[in-house]
Structures are given as C-alpha cells and as structure tokens.
C-alpha cells in the first residue's frame, strides 16, 4: 500500500453551435421556456477554486463552515450564510498550535460538533519540532483539534483513542495487532444520529477500506467498503474513501469516493434502514462517473463530497479535478451542485441523464441540448454515435461539438432530430428541470421498442421477479421474467416478450409492470410493488412498499 499512501501525499500539494445533420438551428421552442426551474437552483457553482476535500459544518439554515485541503501545511476554514457566497476565516496551522509537534500533508478535514464543542479531525504526520517532515518511517494517521465557541480557534492536534485497544491513531506503519481496521488512517467523518454519534474513517490494506464505530461502543468496528472486504469493481481501482453520512426520510446513506484522485475519481453510495447495514452488501449506486473526451482521455473527475441540507433541500458539495489534454490532473476545486430525489430515496446523478425516444423504422437520430441561456450544442451526438439507436446516455460531454463540458443543471432542454435518407430537419424537444435522471421524446408515428423498468432496494441479498398485467384480458403474467434471469438486479429492459412462459406481450398491451421481491427464496412472503403504464412509455419506476 505504500504507493497508495504516496499518491495521497502528492494530492496535498495542488492548490451556440450548427445544428444536427449540418442543417439551420431551429429557434428553440416554448418547452425551453417551460423548465420549471431557475438557473440558480440548479447550476453548478464554484465556491472555492484550489480546495479539495470539502467538509461542511451546518450551525443552522444561516451560517456554516467550510474546510477543505489546502496548501498541505494549513487546514482553511471558510465561512457564509448562504452557501454560495464564502469568506475565509481563519488557516489553523496545527503546528503553531502545538508547542512539541510540526505537522505536514494534511489534509482531509472534518467539521463537526459534540456536545457544544466544536471538533476538528484531519489527517496528517507528525514529528518532532523541527524535523524533517514526513520520516521514512511513519504513515499518515488521524488527529482531532478542538474549539470551545464558534470562532473556531481549535487548540493543538490530539490523538485519537491513544493508548487503547481500540480504533486509533497509529504513526506507525503497518497495521496494529488488533488489525488494519483499527487503524484510523485518513477520511476521518463524524455522523451525529439521534440516539449515537458514529466514526467514520479509512484504513489501508490491499487498498483503501472504510469502517466506523459507535463512540459509545468504539470496541465494535463496522466493516462497510473495501477491497480487503469486499469485491470491488476495476474502476474504484482499490479505492473506496471520503465517507460521507446522512439521513433522509428514515433512510441513511454512505457516499464514498472510489479510484484514484488524480484518476477516475468518482462518487458512489448505498442506502440501508440502520448504519450497521450501509455496506456493499447493498446495491451499490454510482453517483458521479468521471468525463472522458473522444480519445478515451480524462477530462473532469469528481470526488470526496458532504451532503448539506437547507430549508428542505440538499446540495452535494465536493471537488472537481480537471485534467489538462494529455488526461493528467491538473487541478481540484470545490463546487456545489443542487440534489433531486427519486421516489425510492435514490439521488440523481451528477451528471448523468438518460435521454430515451420512441422508434420509427428506418429512421436514424441525433442529439442537441438546448441551454439554459438559449443557445444550442449541437449535435452533441451526433448520428455517427446514435446511428438508428433509440436511447443514449447523456453524461456531459458532447463528443459531437469538440468535446465540450456541459454540467446538466445549465441544459434546459433535449431535442432528437430524425431522418431516413439523410433528410435532416425535423425534430422533437422535451424540456429538462436539470436535475433529474430520465427524458422521453415522442417521435410522431413511433412506436415503443422497449421499457426501461427500475425498482427500489428492499432488503439486503434480496431477489426479484418481474410480471406484466395485460392490458386486452386484465390476467397477470407472473413470472414474466423471472428470479433466475433478474436475480439481484434493480433494473431490466423490457423489449416485448416474457421469457420465463415463452410468450410475446407488446408494450401497447401492457396496462401495469408489478415487481416482486423475496429472501432466501420465500416467494411464499414475496412482496410486490405494481405502476399503471400508459402502454407507450420508455421508463417506469416501481416502488415495493
């Protein structure tokens, strides 16, 4: 793991176009003006160039605090009563707090409240004043400052636990005797719930892992991602870190950032009825995925994020590292993006939306988004990309117009252009809130092809099965597919037949989708979610009760 920890420390140290088939843009149309939403409610806004690692201390809906990574040697802390515009108010240097220790790389900071004292964790090394640091010989750890008020004038840095068994900080390299999970490394995250206050932190082996404890029962560490755990996909690259905990509707979550960060860095989580429970045994769910251009070439990433609630709605707030042509890091900046909700508690993407339309035989497509400012990126994909294909993801690059970044919270709307023979010219838009995950245009004369079914998460290892209620007899199909092809899946694409009775039901003839759910193969117990469906949709989302 040394290289893992060596790339950490180097993370310390960064402070309207032609329209589709060649044809005339079209004026956009009223739906542009129909978005229910202002700019400023779902733009991306820069809150602090060079800070990365952004962590957000709520004091109430009119005054928080922002820290973040800096310069490696100080730990900024920002301040606003708006959470757009920030003023800074004060660098704590730890080792000008500390009259026996200097500190370096640090990095990481957590914000957070305990009884009416205002804590500091962050990661970091530590010598002897005066010496080089870091020695060869030490790893990074965790370190807690604390502040009596809200001036936040936090006093020189304290170990965590020292001298126990339990989870701690350890300068030393290697794991401790009781195991690698109690070494509290980097990430630190505090989580105050109504009836506990929990730890989050990261610890290293065969890459990075998260785990907690109860600060009431630190004795007993809770396991919830990692490669040494868990089975991680190749894009987390043996990074799971910067946990991030909250709670919604009765819900709790855990982002975490995975990949490297000067790589595909980028935000995933999971949601459970408990913290015990918010584990990759979940289905886990990629909040961000990191923007290549054409060339396959790193373009954006984005990572290590708190989620802040005010009046009733969330921000995401987290880093963006931009990339300079070569795909190399070059820099991280801290920015906020408004987040959206679906009706299972799911959070919409960063910065994904799938763009559906139905079909016209022998018709081929493209794609323009339409700007919040009324100007035109198009084509964004153009047919060369879409060909005769009926649904894309649109996951803000537009490969068709040079490679150009477009944040989805600045498009208003999506328009498909259509054409059979190459005559280009004619086209049907949808206003986008630019927010949400999904848009579907009807084309005129089309046809469905498919429906996109999503479901919500019921239970930890859960199975599902998928029936279809006909709409010319009212009889249920039940399996339609069936647990052995759906198994632990929480989306399927529905092209017109059942395949568990061998038998062709067309979406025109479906009048609702029922989802049904069991544990350990009690179908007996199952338990079955139903939405009506219109016959002509190209997404529905059921929700199991």
């Not at 004795?219 to 040494?228: C, E, I, K, L, W």
């Not at 035989?361 to 990309?385: F, H, I, M, T």
């Not at 339609?480 to 092209?495: D, E, F």
Request: glycine share 10%; aromatic share 10%; net charge neutral.
């Amino acid at each position: 793991m040394k290289s893992v920890r060596v790339g950490r420390w180097m993370s310390t140290l960064f402070a309207g176009v032609v329209g589709c088939g060649g044809g005339p843009v079209p004026a956009p149309e009223e739906a542009v003006s129909a978005a229910t939403l202002a700019v400023g409610d779902t733009a991306r806004t820069l809150l602090v160039p060079g800070l990365a690692d952004p962590d957000v201390l709520k004091e109430n809906d009119d005054l928080f605090f922002l820290s973040g990574t800096g310069n490696g040697q100080q730990l900024p802390i920002y301040e606003t009563n708006d959470l757009t515009t920030f003023r800074l108010k004060r660098a704590y240097d730890p080792s000008l707090a500390d009259p026996t220790y200097d500190y370096c790389f640090l990095w990481a900071p957590d914000l957070n409240k305990s009884n009416g004292a205002y804590q500091l964790h962050f990661s970091a090394h530590r010598v002897p004043n005066g010496a080089a640091c870091p020695p060869a010989n030490q790893d990074v750890t965790t370190f807690v400052a604390t502040a009596s008020d809200v001036n936040l004038l936090f006093g020189a840095p304290q170990p965590l636990n020292a001298n126990t068994t339990l989870p701690r900080t350890s300068t030393a390299p290697g794991c401790l005797p009781q195991g690698c999970n109690r070494n509290i490394r980097i990430d630190a995250a505090t989580y105050n719930d109504t009836s506990a206050r929990w730890f989050f932190y990261v610890w290293f082996d065969r890459g990075n892992n998260i785990s907690s404890f109860n600060t009431a029962a630190p004795g007993t560490v809770y396991n919830h991602a990692g490669p040494a755990v868990f089975a991680t996909p190749a894009h987390d690259e043996g990074i799971n870190e910067a946990p991030e905990v909250f709670k919604r509707d009765g819900r709790y979550y855990l982002l975490f950032s995975t990949g490297w960060y000067n790589s595909q860095y980028a935000m995933s989580y999971v949601m459970a009825d408990s913290i015990p429970q918010l584990t990759r045994a979940r289905a886990v769910r990629r909040l961000s995925l990191p923007l290549r251009n054409s060339a396959g070439k790193l373009v954006q990433s984005h990572g290590h994020n708190v989620i802040v609630e005010r009046r009733g709605e969330y921000f995401n707030v987290f880093h963006v590292g931009a990339f300079d042509t070569a795909g190399n890091l070059t820099s991280r900046s801290t920015y906020k993006q408004r987040v959206g909700f679906k009706p299972d508690g799911a959070m919409t993407s960063l910065n994904q939306v799938s763009v559906r339309w139905n079909k016209l035989n022998g018709y081929s497509y493209s794609l323009d988004v339409v700007l919040r400012d009324g100007s035109v990126v198009g084509p964004c994909s153009s047919v060369a990309l879409l060909g005769q294909s009926n649904k894309t993801v649109f996951d803000g690059v537009c490969r068709s117009a040079g490679d150009r970044v477009v944040t989805k919270g600045d498009i208003a709307a999506f328009r498909i252009f259509y054409a059979v023979n190459g005559a280009w010219g004619a086209f049907v838009e949808k206003a986008y809130d630019g927010i949400s995950d999904d848009v579907s245009l009807e084309l005129p004369g089309g046809f469905t092809p498919f429906v996109d079914l999503e479901w919500n998460e019921l239970q930890t290892t859960a199975q599902y099965s998928i029936d279809v209620q006909r709409r010319d007899t009212g009889a249920w199909i039940g399996p339609c597919i069936g647990v052995t092809s759906v198994n632990k899946s929480l989306a399927w694409t529905y092209q017109g037949r059942c395949d568990t009775p061998g038998i062709n039901v067309a979406p025109s003839n479906i009048q609702a989708f029922r989802i049904c759910s069991a544990v350990n193969g009690d179908w007996a117990h199952a338990r079955c979610g139903a939405a009506a469906y219109d016959g002509r949709g190209l997404h529905s989302r059921i929700v199991i009760p």
